[in-house]
């Protein structure tokens, strides 16, 4: 029975192929657009995931996300020093910064002011230059995406080139020199991230009170780190967030106040709906133009559940073929967006929701069909 209901579902190469169609354009959209969405709301925790060698951010008790920057006092630092179970704690910059093109446009820029001595945080991909280069004068690193793009150098003929080692930036007013490039990930917003000592970021910005936004934190060895941000917490007043924590409250911020997820949610549903509707007519239509097989098996003596183990079959083929048409369309339309802005990143949770969604257009589709070859006469393919 197996291989008569293989050749019912080839045996009609059109139809066959526009059920196919049906749940390839289903997965591919699903697994696509929910790829770019999953991609986006990485990008949110880009700064926290890349800095690997804290495992406790310290922040005003009223900062919401990564880019909600509230700045601490000075002394917060030495408060955070005396917690029992720290094992160091470093201050950290994070803010925008306006760097003057040669050309004379304005380019606003991520700048990150990291700890004169130890340099924590700063890029472990370095394409050329060192880290210990950041302590010479007016130093910087660039990020390899901002080094080629908002900040290539354009010259009178209208051609450019990647910002280089050795080239100086304006910094409100203040001279920087790329001393190294280094490949981070991207950004929400996609700005270039500049790198610096702590020191002479604060020099580079506008003078305020206030100018700390992190304290760093790694808890001695074997002491849990849950404890040690409650024991923060408790005696500084401020908020201590482990990186999944922190990682965890930015995304929610931008799922709470964005659009994102209803535009996303939209196309992902509309690819489940069309290919629910196509599936579902071209299977019906090719359960009907299969009709007389179907009443000539059970004229025959085949049994309701052989038929329908059948039709479950021809389902189940369809789904597993299209779902993998999908997602490997999917991840081809990824891999060929990888040097561009695209954001995307294709997980196995993602596929498996694709998955269940395109079992689900397949069970619909048969269940339809089901009905009408359960409910058939046997004779009335004599008539």
């Given at each position: 029975m197996i291989r008569v209901a293989m050749r019912m579902l080839v045996g009609d190469p059109a139809k066959f192929?526009?059920?196919?169609?049906?749940?390839?354009?289903?997965?591919?959209?699903?697994?696509?657009?929910?790829?770019?969405?999953?991609?986006?709301?990485?990008?949110?925790?880009?700064?926290?995931?890349?800095?690997?060698?804290?495992?406790?951010?310290?922040?005003?008790?009223?900062?919401?996300?990564i880019d909600d920057v509230k700045p601490l006092q000075s002394t917060a630092l030495q408060r955070v020093r005396g917690v029992e179970g720290v094992d160091w704690a470093v201050p950290l910059y994070k803010g925008m910064i306006r760097v003057r093109l040669p050309s004379g446009q304005f380019v606003n820029c991520n700048l990150y002011g990291l700890d004169d001595a130890s340099l924590i945080g700063a890029p472990a991909d370095l394409l050329e230059g060192r880290v210990e280069d950041l302590r010479q004068d007016g130093a910087?690193?660039?990020?390899?995406?901002?080094?080629?793009?908002?900040?290539?150098?354009?010259?009178?003929?209208?051609?450019?080139?990647?910002?280089?080692?050795?080239?100086?930036?304006?910094?409100?007013?203040?001279?920087?020199?790329?001393?190294?490039?280094?490949?981070?990930?991207?950004?929400f917003q996609s700005q270039p991230n500049l790198y610096t000592l702590y020191s002479?970021?604060?020099?580079?910005?506008?003078?305020?009170?206030?100018?700390?936004?992190?304290?760093?934190?790694?808890?001695?060895?074997?002491?849990?780190?849950?404890?040690?941000?409650?024991?923060?917490?408790?005696?500084?007043?401020?908020?201590?967030?482990?990186?999944?924590?922190?990682?965890?409250?930015?995304?929610?911020?931008?799922?709470?106040?964005?659009?994102?997820?209803?535009?996303?949610?939209?196309?992902?549903?509309?690819?489940?709906?069309?290919?629910?509707?196509?599936?579902?007519?071209?299977?019906?239509?090719?359960?009907?133009?299969?009709?007389?097989?179907?009443?000539?098996?059970?004229?025959?003596?085949?049994?309701?559940?052989?038929?329908?183990?059948?039709?479950?079959?021809?389902?189940?083929?369809?789904?597993v073929t299209g779902f993998g048409l999908g997602v490997g369309l999917a991840a081809l339309f990824g891999n060929s967006m990888g040097k561009t802005q695209l954001a995307f990143r294709l997980t196995w949770q993602l596929s498996l929701v694709a998955a269940c969604a395109v079992a689900m257009i397949c069970a619909l589709a048969a269940l339809i069909s089901v009905r009408r070859v359960i409910s058939l006469e046997p004779g009335v393919v004599f008539k």
């Open positions: 192929f526009g059920i196919l169609l049906g749940v390839t354009l289903a997965s591919m959209v699903i697994t696509q657009q929910g790829s770019i969405f999953v991609g986006l709301m990485s990008r949110t925790f880009a700064t926290i995931k890349d800095m690997a060698q804290p495992d406790i951010w310290v922040m005003d008790p009223k900062v919401q996300f910087v690193i660039v990020d390899e995406a901002g080094a080629v793009g908002r900040l290539a150098r354009r010259s009178a003929d209208g051609t450019t080139r990647p910002l280089a080692m050795g080239d100086e930036l304006e910094l409100n007013d203040h001279r920087g020199r790329v001393v190294g490039v280094a490949r981070v990930s991207r950004t002479r970021a604060t020099r580079f910005v506008p003078g305020e009170r206030k100018l700390m936004s992190f304290v760093l934190v790694r808890a001695k060895a074997g002491v849990d780190v849950d404890r040690v941000c409650a024991a923060i917490e408790r005696e500084t007043g401020l908020a201590a967030y482990t990186k999944p924590e922190f990682q965890s409250l930015t995304v929610t911020y931008f799922l709470k106040n964005t659009g994102i997820p209803i535009n996303f949610g939209i196309a992902v549903a509309l690819g489940f709906l069309v290919g629910a509707i196509i599936t579902g007519f071209m299977f019906y239509s090719f359960t009907l133009d299969n009709l007389r097989y179907f009443g000539t098996l059970k004229a025959m003596g085949t049994s309701d559940g052989t038929l329908l183990g059948m039709i479950l079959l021809q389902a189940g083929y369809v789904a």
